[in-house]
């Protein structure tokens, strides 16, 4: 190795070491948010219609009156059926599960395309006067990041 070299790798050494002690051991200054100008809020989806776009349902329509047997018909994006069903739980105002039921896919399934779906559900009436119809995709997987739901309220009879 020349003396060159020998130079060259010391100078290169010494600017890395330079570098990496600048970036961990400087003082850190400390970061002033710019104010920011009112503006129109943003209107986000609530979590239970986040997914409004994906999913459709005809029958019962939301804050409906409805009863046992329960006839539910919608589309929504094959995306949401596993094996051409999808899950879907009734819940009275309080939060207890009064039927949880797989909806069937009237059609091909695996497609991005929306849809039609139907079923029924049976239950016994609550004691609460409202309640609430969730359709869930089916998740096979069972991870959190790929869960999508749709809620309607309901009235029952």
Not at 117 to 143: A, C, H, Q, R, Y
Request: no cysteine.
């Amino acid at each position: 190795m020349t003396t060159k070299d020998k130079i060259f790798t010391t100078l290169f050494g010494l600017l890395i070491l330079t570098a990496l002690f600048l970036y961990f051991f400087s003082p850190k200054r400390d970061i002033v948010e710019k104010p920011q100008i009112a503006a129109t809020p943003e209107v986000s989806p609530s979590p239970a219609q986040e997914f409004a776009g994906e999913i459709e349902i005809l029958i019962p329509q939301p804050d409906g009156v409805i009863e046992s047997p329960l006839s539910v018909v919608g589309r929504a994006r094959g995306t949401w059926f596993f094996e051409a069903s999808m899950p879907v739980t009734l819940k009275d105002a309080n939060g207890a599960v009064l039927a949880k039921v797989p909806v069937q896919a009237d059609g091909e399934w695996m497609t991005e395309e929306f849809v039609a779906f139907s079923g029924k559900i049976v239950f016994e009436k609550p004691e609460t006067d409202t309640g609430v119809l969730v359709f869930e995709n089916d998740n096979p997987s069972g991870l959190a990041e790929h869960a999508k739901s749709f809620t309607i309220e309901v009235r029952f009879k």
